[in-house]
């Protein structure tokens, strides 16, 4: 077991150990990951292949499935999950843990869009919606896959590459429990049930 900042990650069951000179590898476990405040989740380190033998893990939440590339940001998560301290949507009722992100949600209903590019004035309710968009201009693609080699702009567009890979399929329609890589290819099928 590991401590670290209050948190314990406790090994459930890890691939044993691999040769540092191997240039590709694929390590698999699942740890549960406790927090002082008492939230806990199930990490989840899913198989993925790695240069120069270092290992990149993605931590799952235990209660809602949602992955994270950092136990840092599944910590920040988990705190999500409590409800004290909670800010409320007046419109809709979704709350957050962070005034701040209450007021970025607001603008989704007052659809405020402060933020505005400079190269063809597209505007965006959030500051790092605009930084994203601006590698569309720039040509940047800081997101690589370790597979192939492909090379992305976004890093939710890496992740619904990599799915390609791995075959998995987390969007499942409620209907017909059919699953999907993702999430636009689910919307397009539930449309097919609603003709119905």
């Given amino acids: 077991m590991q401590r670290d ?92 843990t962070k005034a701040a992100d209450l007021e970025r949600h607001a603008r989704i209903h007052t659809g405020e869009r402060p933020y505005q590019c400079d190269e063809c004035g597209r505007k965006f309710s959030q500051e790092s919606n605009l930084s994203v968009h601006k590698r569309i201009h720039t040509g940047e693609k800081p997101y690589e896959c370790d597979v192939c080699g492909k090379k992305f702009n976004q890093s939710q567009h890496l992740s619904s590459h990599e799915r390609m890979h791995t075959g998995e399929k987390p969007y499942e329609c409620d209907v017909c429990a059919k699953k999907f890589s993702n999430p636009s290819n689910l919307r397009r099928h539930e449309c097919t049930h609603a003709r119905q």
């Fill in 5 to 96: 900042k209050g948190f314990a990650l406790e090994s459930v069951g890890v691939a044993g150990p691999v040769p540092a000179e191997t240039p590709q590898l694929v390590i698999s476990g699942t740890f549960s990951l406790a927090g002082p405040a008492g939230g806990a989740g199930q990490v989840e380190q899913a198989s993925r292949r790695q240069r120069g033998g270092k290992a990149r893990l993605a931590y799952k939440c235990g209660e809602c499935g949602k992955s994270f590339r950092a136990e840092a940001d599944l910590r920040k998560h988990l705190a999500g999950h409590s409800k004290a301290g909670r800010h409320a949507c007046g419109v809709c009722g979704k709350q957050w």
